[in-house]
């Protein structure tokens, strides 16, 4: 098959603007000639470790850092396998998915170090570890620096022996929240050209790497983006993986945990042209921040803010337009194993209503024994995407089987995000399958009722689970968040919630947390809320 691979798109790149700013945070600034020459000492450290051979997966066990993105490069110019690692895992979490994965070798912040000390001699295939200095201790004698290779590359390209193409993957595993986590292949070719469809200003993809240099030449820097949410997980990987191949600019925040404050100083300083946002757990505090602070932000440079992955509700959506009308809204419906499902644009006075979304033309929304829902008809169904999609699992044949079915002899990809179809062909998000809540025989998906409780005054965050009933098998629990100094009355909250949804949508038991807990990403571990409301409730 092979195709289009990253490494030497970005080496076009960086050909055709070496002056251009690729990587910001902070005080440090590379340019595209700068990353690509760390990247260049990276790769050829990687390829001298032991064991490594065509394809072998390098683990990214890193805070959003330019040595995240340096890796990710690194690992495409060796013909190697870049896989994302969540930094709040435990240490089982993470000995399994180093082991799933069949890594071979660690770039990690110095942060980590404790962890990996407590797990280390459980992973013996690991034979290399790069240490990156972050002020938080020595490195460890197992270890060896990362800014030694960094600072080692050289001018011109490095490529592995055996070759690369557009076979080579990127590896993304999803969260563990509702099951084992699960490595989901990318082909570098069908990744790029996704990424490119969607782009502002795709290239021609007739004329080779030449054509595409002259492109990228004559167009001169690509826009300027800040990455909110994690680079370990896939909205903000892929957004910025589009940028960086459009010649763009990733500007990295500081801080280690999400600060408005902080986004809005970059976006001012920096210029920036848009940023990368995992729904109402950013947005909501951004919304805060300008709230707060009118007119101390310069936004004129920011034309549009990124969104997926988790709800994004029209009052907030209303409540950002309303500080700066100038920009675009995208709340994207896409995952780790589908990318361009749906997607909405809000700008201007008018916001997109909560969870509605534009299909995308090689996406439909299917029921259970694979026929196409038709608009208006009620029927609710998963949304599946034909084309350009990842090869499988890895190592998990029986689950690749079931999310990427062959139907009418056509691939697609069913991630499990259902829907139903309205009469104008838009769709209405409800949620996804694997935390559905079944109480009485009716179907009812957490996210349309948390929307509801989040609209009820005193509600900061909320949650919905079903926790175990004798009468209706499960009923339906909010798990809720307060604002500062806040109660609340359960009944009141569950007759809010009647006003927008179905009386057996509402909440018959309602728990009070300190924090609902939100991963980095903006989501949410159900399976944890969910043993927490019932231990309550018992």
């Not at 190697?80 to 000995?95: A, F």
């Not at 001012?268 to 990368?276: A, C, L, P, Q, S």
């Not at 209405?428 to 559905?436: F, K, N």
């Given at each position: 098959?092979?195709?289009?691979?990253?490494?030497?798109?970005?080496?076009?790149?960086?050909?055709?603007?070496?002056?251009?700013?690729?990587?910001?945070?902070?005080?440090?600034?590379?340019?595209?000639?700068?990353?690509?020459?760390?990247?260049?000492?990276?790769?050829?450290?990687?390829?001298?470790?032991?064991?490594?051979?065509?394809?072998?997966?390098?683990?990214?066990?890193?805070?959003?850092?330019?040595?995240?993105?340096?890796?990710?490069?690194?690992?495409?110019?060796?013909?190697?396998?870049?896989?994302?690692?969540?930094?709040?895992?435990?240490?089982?979490?993470?000995?399994?998915?180093?082991?799933?994965?069949?890594?071979?070798?660690?770039?990690?912040?110095?942060?980590?170090?404790?962890?990996?000390?407590?797990?280390?001699?459980?992973?013996?295939?690991?034979?290399?570890?790069?240490?990156?200095?972050?002020?938080?201790?020595?490195?460890?004698?197992?270890?060896?620096?990362?800014?030694?290779?960094?600072?080692?590359?050289?001018?011109?390209?490095?490529?592995?022996?055996?070759?690369?193409?557009?076979?080579?993957?990127?590896?993304?595993?999803?969260?563990?929240?509702?099951?084992?986590?699960?490595?989901?292949?990318?082909?570098?070719?069908?990744?790029?050209?996704?990424?490119?469809?969607?782009?502002?200003?795709?290239?021609?993809?007739?004329?080779?790497?030449?054509?595409?240099?002259?492109?990228?030449?004559?167009?001169?820097?690509?826009?300027?983006?800040?990455?909110?949410?994690?680079?370990?997980?896939?909205?903000?990987?892929?957004?910025?993986?589009?940028?960086?191949?459009?010649?763009?600019?990733?500007?990295?925040?500081?801080?280690?945990?999400?600060?408005?404050?902080?986004?809005?100083?970059v976006v001012d300083r920096e210029k920036v042209n848009g940023?990368?946002?995992?729904?109402?757990?950013?947005?909501?505090?951004?919304?805060?921040?300008?709230?707060?602070?009118?007119?101390?932000?310069?936004?004129?440079?920011?034309?549009?803010?990124?969104?997926?992955?988790?709800?994004?509700?029209?009052?907030?959506?209303?409540?950002?337009?309303?500080?700066?009308?100038?920009?675009?809204?995208?709340?994207?419906?896409?995952?780790?194993?589908?990318?361009?499902?749906?997607?909405?644009?809000?700008?201007?006075?008018?916001?997109?209503?909560?969870?509605?979304?534009?299909?995308?033309?090689?996406?439909?929304?299917?029921?259970?024994?694979?026929?196409?829902?038709?608009?208006?008809?009620?029927?609710?169904?998963?949304?599946?995407?034909?084309?350009?999609?990842?090869?499988?699992?890895?190592?998990?044949p029986e689950k690749s089987a079931r999310t990427f079915p062959?139907?009418?002899?056509?691939?697609?990809?069913?991630?499990?995000?259902?829907?139903?179809?309205?009469?104008?062909?838009?769709?209405?998000?409800?949620?996804?399958?694997?935390?559905?809540?079944?109480?009485?025989?009716?179907?009812?998906?957490?996210?349309?009722?948390?929307?509801?409780?989040?609209?009820?005054?005193?509600?900061?965050?909320?949650?919905?689970?079903?926790?175990?009933?004798?009468?209706?098998?499960?009923?339906?629990?909010?798990?809720?968040?307060?604002?500062p100094g806040a109660s609340v009355d359960a009944g009141a909250?569950?007759?809010?919630?009647?006003?927008?949804?179905?009386?057996?949508?509402?909440?018959?038991?309602?728990?009070?947390?300190?924090?609902?807990?939100?991963?980095?990403?903006?989501?949410?571990?159900?399976?944890?809320?969910?043993?927490?409301?019932?231990?309550?409730?018992?």
């Amino acid at each position: 098959m092979s195709g289009w691979n990253l490494a030497d798109i970005w080496e076009t790149v960086a050909r055709a603007q070496p002056e251009a700013t690729a990587v910001v945070q902070g005080s440090r600034c590379s340019t595209w000639a700068e990353y690509e020459r760390r990247a260049n000492g990276v790769a050829a450290r990687l390829l001298a470790a032991p064991g490594v051979e065509p394809q072998a997966k390098v683990a990214e066990y890193l805070y959003n850092s330019p040595e995240y993105l340096e890796t990710l490069f690194a690992a495409w110019k060796a013909g190697l396998v870049p896989v994302n690692t969540n930094y709040r895992y435990t240490d089982d979490e993470l000995v399994y998915l180093w082991d799933n994965a069949d890594t071979v070798a660690v770039v990690f912040h110095g942060a980590f170090t404790p962890t990996i000390e407590r797990i280390r001699d459980r992973l013996p295939r690991i034979r290399l570890w790069l240490w990156v200095d972050d002020a938080t201790g020595p490195m460890p004698e197992w270890a060896e620096p990362y800014e030694a290779a960094a600072t080692s590359g050289p001018a011109d390209p490095v490529a592995p022996p055996w070759g690369r193409s557009g076979d080579d993957l990127l590896m993304l595993y999803t969260g563990g929240t509702t099951g084992s986590p699960k490595g989901t292949m990318w082909r570098q070719d069908d990744l790029f050209v996704n990424l490119n469809a969607a782009g502002l200003q795709p290239y021609s993809v007739d004329g080779g790497l030449e054509k595409m240099g002259s492109e990228r030449a004559a167009w001169g820097a690509g826009p300027r983006a800040v990455p909110a949410c994690p680079l370990m997980h896939g909205t903000a990987l892929f957004i910025t993986i589009g940028l960086l191949t459009a010649g763009g600019s990733s500007i990295l925040l500081e801080k280690r945990n999400f600060d408005a404050t902080e986004l809005f100083d970059v976006v001012d300083r920096e210029k920036v042209n848009g940023v990368i946002i995992v729904g109402d757990a950013f947005a909501r505090p951004m919304v805060k921040a300008l709230d707060e602070h009118p007119g101390r932000w310069d936004l004129s440079s920011l034309l549009l803010i990124y969104s997926s992955g988790v709800m994004w509700s029209e009052p907030v959506k209303e409540a950002l337009l309303a500080h700066h009308p100038n920009m675009a809204l995208a709340d994207l419906l896409g995952s780790s194993e589908a990318l361009g499902m749906a997607k909405s644009v809000s700008g201007g006075t008018k916001a997109a209503a909560t969870a509605t979304f534009e299909l995308s033309d090689d996406a439909v929304v299917l029921t259970d024994d694979n026929r196409v829902v038709q608009a208006g008809s009620g029927e609710i169904g998963r949304v599946a995407l034909k084309g350009r999609v990842p090869v499988g699992y890895y190592k998990d044949p029986e689950k690749s089987a079931r999310t990427f079915p062959v139907i009418d002899g056509v691939r697609y990809t069913v991630p499990g995000d259902y829907a139903t179809v309205e009469a104008d062909g838009s769709i209405t998000l409800l949620g996804r399958g694997s935390v559905v809540i079944n109480t009485g025989g009716e179907k009812v998906f957490p996210e349309e009722v948390e929307e509801a409780m989040k609209t009820f005054d005193g509600v900061r965050d909320a949650v919905a689970v079903g926790v175990p009933d004798e009468r209706f098998g499960e009923a339906v629990t909010g798990v809720v968040e307060l604002d500062p100094g806040a109660s609340v009355d359960a009944g009141a909250l569950r007759e809010h919630v009647k006003r927008h949804l179905a009386a057996f949508k509402a909440p018959h038991n309602v728990v009070v947390v300190d924090t609902i807990g939100r991963a980095a990403n903006g989501k949410v571990d159900y399976r944890r809320l969910k043993e927490l409301a019932i231990e309550h409730l018992a």
